[in-house]
């Protein structure tokens, strides 16, 4: 069944769609491993999307201790990975994450096939769905 809202890419089915790999630099899995070696029993990052900012869409990135049922695992290290729950990986199959530090800010940079545009803000993106370039 096709989605009907053109701004929302359907759930990944592992049943019908092989995985395309999340993966990360070697600067960002340095930074993942920092920052997973501050919280007890961390076993990785969340990493997905949430409606949110002038352009539809914000990345989220946050150190978990548990995975879900509904998150699809990408190793990126001895114990450690990156976390996509399936509603957030048809918007984000294929990225590469990245860490750069720019003067005082750290941050991450994503390398996102997916993605059409910024927002001048850089906060949000936007995507298409398949029907979207379809049409």
């Given amino acids: 069944m096709m989605s009907t809202n053109k701004s929302e890419p359907e759930i990944y089915d592992p049943a019908t769609e092989q995985a395309e790999p999340v993966t990360v630099t070697a600067t960002a899995l340095t930074h ?5 070696a501050k919280q007890d029993a961390a076993i990785g990052i969340h990493f997905g ?5 002038c352009s539809g869409y914000m990345y989220v990135v946050e150190v978990i201790t548990e ?4 998150y699809l695992e990408f190793s990126i290290a001895e114990n450690l990975s990156v976390y996509v729950d399936k509603k957030s990986y048809p918007f984000v199959k294929g990225t590469t994450l990245d ?4 003067g ?5 940079v994503f390398h996102n096939p997916n993605q ?6 850089g906060e949000s993106f936007t995507i298409s769905s398949e029907e979207d370039e379809a049409s």
């Fill in 104 to 108: 005082l800010n750290e941050v991450f």
């Fill in 116 to 121: 059409d545009e910024n927002c001048g803000c």
């Fill in 99 to 102: 860490f750069t530090k720019k």
């Fill in 67 to 70: 995975s879900q049922d509904d």
């Fill in 49 to 53: 999307v949430r409606k949110s900012g």
């Fill in 32 to 36: 993942i491993k920092a920052e997973a």
